[in-house]
C-alpha cells in the first residue's frame, strides 16, 4: 500500500502542469488517498489500543470513515452534492454487498464453512433498515406534501439529529451494555476469548503524529480529486451517480475493505461481518447525519436528505439481500458471490445511465 504513495507528487505535477487532464488527476488523486486512508485506520487503531476500550470504541466510530468525511466535505465545498449523496448510498451498499461479499467469498474458498454471530448480524441489519426508512421519509414527504425547500431542510435537520442520537444509543449497547451479543461465535459459544496477533501499538504522541499528517494530506488530495470530477464527467460522459457511488464511495474505506477480506482468510468472518456491516452502519446513522448538517455551513446551499428514489431503492434491496444471507450465521463461498452479482448487477446499471 506504501507504494502508492508516489501518486501524492503525480497529482500535485499532473494538477500543475496538466490541469487539463482530468481523468489521469482524478486517478493518481484517488490513488493517493488509499495508503494515507490506510495511515489514518492504522494510527486510529494504535491510539485505541494506547487509550483503553471505551475510547478506542469511540475513536474507532468517529476516525473509522474520516476520508471519506474528508473528500465528501470537500465535495460539498465545491457544491457537488449528488456526488455526496451517491458517495453516501454507495459506500453503504459497498460494505454491504461488495466487502462482505469478497471476504465470504475468500474465507468460503481457503475453508468449507465458517460461522459467525447471528446475534451481532441480525441488530446491524435492524439498524440498517432503520436507516432506510429514514432515507424514505423525507423523499416521500417531498412527494406527497410538495413542501417547500426550507420545511425540508428543516426535516432533515430534524431526522439527521435523531440517526446520531441512535447511533449514539447504538455504541453504548454494542460497547457498554450488550457487548456479548457482538463477540465472535467461537467466542460467544465456547466463552474463550479469542486471541488477536498483531504489532506493539504505536505511542499516542506518534499515533497523534501520523493521524494528522495523514489527515492533511488525504484533505490535499481530496481537493485534487473533488475538482476534476465535475470536468471529467462532461468530457467522457460518465454518470455522476456511478463516479460517487462506485468509485468516490470505495476510496475512503479501501484499506478497511482489504482489512475485512484479511480477517476472512484468517477464518475470523465476525470481524469481517462488523468491518463491513458495522461500517455501512456507520456511514448511515453518523457521517450522513453529519454531512447533511454541515451542508448548512459549508458550500453554497445547503443538502437534505430526500435522496433520488433510485439511490433509496438500492439501500432498501441491499438490506434485504444481506439480512437474509446473514441470517443463519453461516457463511460459505457462494453466499459471497451471490452478494457480489448483485453489487456488479448495481453498478453496471448505473454505468449506463445518462450522465
Same mark, same amino acid.
Request: negative net charge.
Given at each position: 500500500?506504501?507504494?502508492?504513495?508516489?501518486?501524492?507528487?503525480?497529482?500535485?505535477?499532473?494538477?500543475?502542469?496538466?490541469?487539463?487532464?482530468?481523468?489521469?488527476?482524478?486517478?493518481?488523486?484517488?490513488?493517493? &488517498?488509499?495508503?494515507?486512508?490506510? =495511515?489514518?485506520?492504522? @494510527?486510529?487503531?494504535? +491510539?485505541?489500543?494506547?487509550?483503553?476500550?471505551?475510547?478506542?470504541?469511540?475513536?474507532?466510530?468517529?476516525?473509522?470513515?474520516?476520508?471519506?468525511?474528508?473528500?465528501?466535505?470537500? *465535495?460539498?465545498?465545491?457544491?457537488?452534492?449528488?456526488?455526496?449523496?451517491?458517495?453516501?448510498?454507495?459506500?453503504?451498499?459497498?460494505? !454491504?454487498?461488495?466487502?462482505?461479499? *469478497?471476504? !465470504?467469498?475468500?474465507?468460503?474458498?481457503? %475453508?468449507?464453512?465458517?460461522?459467525?454471530?447471528?446475534?451481532?448480524?441480525?441488530?446491524?441489519?435492524?439498524?440498517?433498515?432503520?436507516?432506510?426508512?429514514?432515507?424514505?421519509?423525507?423523499?416521500?414527504?417531498?412527494?406527497?406534501?410538495?413542501?417547500?425547500?426550507?420545511?425540508?431542510?428543516?426535516?432533515?435537520?430534524?431526522?439527521?439529529?435523531?440517526?446520531?442520537?441512535? %447511533?449514539?444509543? %447504538?455504541?453504548?449497547?454494542? +460497547?457498554?451494555?450488550?457487548?456479548?451479543?457482538?463477540?465472535?461465535?467461537?467466542?460467544?459459544?465456547?466463552?474463550?476469548?479469542?486471541?488477536?496477533?498483531?504489532?506493539? @501499538?504505536?505511542?499516542?504522541?506518534?499515533?497523534?503524529?501520523?493521524?494528522?499528517?495523514?489527515?492533511?494530506?488525504?484533505? =490535499? !488530495?481530496?481537493?485534487?480529486? $473533488?475538482?476534476?470530477?465535475?470536468?471529467?464527467?462532461?468530457?467522457?460522459?460518465?454518470?455522476? $451517480?456511478?463516479?460517487?457511488?462506485?468509485?468516490?464511495?470505495?476510496?475512503?474505506?479501501?484499506?478497511?475493505?482489504?482489512?475485512? &477480506?484479511?480477517?476472512?482468510?484468517?477464518?475470523?468472518?465476525?470481524?469481517?461481518?462488523? &468491518? *463491513?456491516?458495522?461500517?455501512?452502519?456507520? #456511514?448511515?446513522?453518523?457521517?450522513?447525519?453529519?454531512?447533511?448538517? @454541515?451542508?448548512?455551513?459549508?458550500?453554497?446551499?445547503?443538502?437534505?436528505?430526500?435522496?433520488?428514489?433510485?439511490?433509496?431503492?438500492?439501500?432498501?434491496?441491499? #438490506?434485504?439481500?444481506?439480512?437474509?444471507?446473514?441470517?443463519?450465521?453461516?457463511?460459505? =463461498?457462494?453466499?459471497?458471490?451471490?452478494? +457480489?452479482?448483485? %453489487?456488479?448487477?448495481?453498478?453496471?446499471?448505473?454505468?449506463?445511465?445518462?450522465?
Amino acid at each position: 500500500m506504501n507504494l502508492l504513495l508516489i501518486f501524492i507528487p503525480i497529482a500535485i505535477a499532473l494538477k500543475v502542469l496538466a490541469p487539463h487532464q482530468f481523468l489521469f488527476i482524478f486517478i493518481a488523486s484517488s490513488l493517493a &488517498i488509499l495508503p494515507l486512508a490506510a =495511515w489514518m485506520g492504522q @494510527a486510529t487503531e494504535h +491510539l485505541a489500543e494506547r487509550m483503553g476500550e471505551g475510547v478506542g470504541g469511540l475513536l474507532n466510530a468517529t476516525f473509522g470513515n474520516a476520508a471519506e468525511l474528508i473528500i465528501a466535505f470537500s *465535495a460539498l465545498h465545491a457544491g457537488l452534492h449528488q456526488v455526496v449523496e451517491a458517495s453516501i448510498i454507495g459506500s453503504v451498499v459497498a460494505n !454491504m454487498l461488495l466487502v462482505l461479499g *469478497a471476504s !465470504m467469498l475468500a474465507g468460503g474458498i481457503r %475453508y468449507h464453512e465458517q460461522q459467525f454471530n447471528p446475534l451481532g448480524a441480525r441488530s446491524q441489519a435492524t439498524m440498517l433498515m432503520l436507516a432506510a426508512v429514514a432515507l424514505i421519509l423525507p423523499a416521500a414527504f417531498e412527494s406527497a406534501a410538495g413542501t417547500t425547500s426550507a420545511m425540508l431542510h428543516r426535516l432533515s435537520v430534524s431526522v439527521c439529529v435523531v440517526l446520531l442520537l441512535v %447511533y449514539v444509543l %447504538y455504541l453504548v449497547f454494542s +460497547l457498554v451494555t450488550h457487548p456479548g451479543e457482538f463477540r465472535s461465535a467461537v467466542t460467544h459459544e465456547s466463552g474463550v476469548p479469542e486471541k488477536v496477533e498483531g504489532k506493539a @501499538a504505536h505511542s499516542v504522541s506518534r499515533a497523534l503524529a501520523v493521524l494528522a499528517a495523514a489527515t492533511v494530506g488525504v484533505a =490535499w !488530495m481530496s481537493e485534487i480529486m $473533488v475538482g476534476a470530477i465535475e470536468p471529467m464527467v462532461h468530457e467522457f460522459g460518465f454518470s455522476t $451517480v456511478f463516479v460517487g457511488a462506485f468509485v468516490v464511495a470505495i476510496l475512503g474505506n479501501a484499506a478497511e475493505h482489504a482489512t475485512a &477480506i484479511t480477517a476472512a482468510l484468517k477464518n475470523r468472518l465476525d470481524l469481517s461481518f462488523s &468491518i *463491513a456491516v458495522g461500517s455501512s452502519v456507520q #456511514v448511515a446513522l453518523f457521517v450522513a447525519p453529519v454531512l447533511i448538517i @454541515a451542508s448548512h455551513f459549508i458550500g453554497p446551499r445547503p443538502m437534505d436528505l430526500a435522496f433520488r428514489p433510485g439511490l433509496i431503492l438500492i439501500v432498501i434491496l441491499s #438490506v434485504l439481500v444481506t439480512a437474509q444471507i446473514s441470517s443463519d450465521g453461516r457463511s460459505d =463461498w457462494f453466499k459471497g458471490t451471490q452478494l +457480489l452479482v448483485v %453489487y456488479f448487477a448495481l453498478a453496471i446499471t448505473f454505468f449506463f445511465l445518462p450522465g
